[in-house]
């Protein structure tokens, strides 16, 4: 039997949800801080992809998440194509790194601002990419379950660019 009543038992659950994203966010923020130039351009092992791809594609992935939670549109949408819609080797020119650090830091800094305003019943909203109908037949679409994968999301590449180091 639980110690909490559902509204608390809410409140803990996204609390710690959104307390991994920080976590999350911080340890990668503070990894791109501490990477040289020349390491962010070494691949993660032979033949795989790049630090820079990584980071621009970090960016993108949190861009449009911005969008899944319906905080804004997004911000850089050039960087799909480039991140997102090609591999790593593609002959598609990248931002240069000091530019991505940069819009890493803003990326951010809107996601924090959002999420701090969020309540916990927001957080059980549908997504922005799901219809009202696919959300009736599957509650778990919801703004919660995107910041939960977009965190393991997240946690995969950190561990990834750590590697650069």
Do not use: C
Not at 35 to 46: A, G, N, V
Not at 135 to 146: G, I, Q, S, Y
């Amino acid at each position: 039997m639980s110690h909490f009543k559902s509204d608390e038992a809410l409140l803990l659950t996204t609390k710690l949800y959104i307390e991994a994203w920080l976590l999350s966010n911080r340890r990668l923020h503070n990894l791109i801080i501490k990477l040289s130039e020349e390491e962010i351009y070494k691949e993660i092992s032979p033949e795989r992809n790049r630090g820079i791809y990584l980071l621009g594609h970090l960016i993108s992935t949190t861009d449009t998440m911005i969008e899944l939670l319906g905080f804004d549109k997004k911000r850089y949408p050039e960087l799909d194509p480039i991140f997102v819609s090609a591999p790593d080797k593609s002959g598609k020119i990248f931002p240069d790194f000091e530019v991505l650090k940069q819009n890493w830091e803003k990326i951010n800094a809107v996601m924090l601002e959002h999420i701090e305003n969020m309540s916990p019943e927001q957080w059980l909203e549908k997504h922005a990419s799901v219809s009202e109908d696919d959300f009736k037949k599957d509650p778990t679409r919801n703004k919660l379950n995107v910041l939960i994968s977009r965190t393991n999301h997240q946690n995969y590449h950190l561990g990834q660019l750590v590697l650069l180091l």
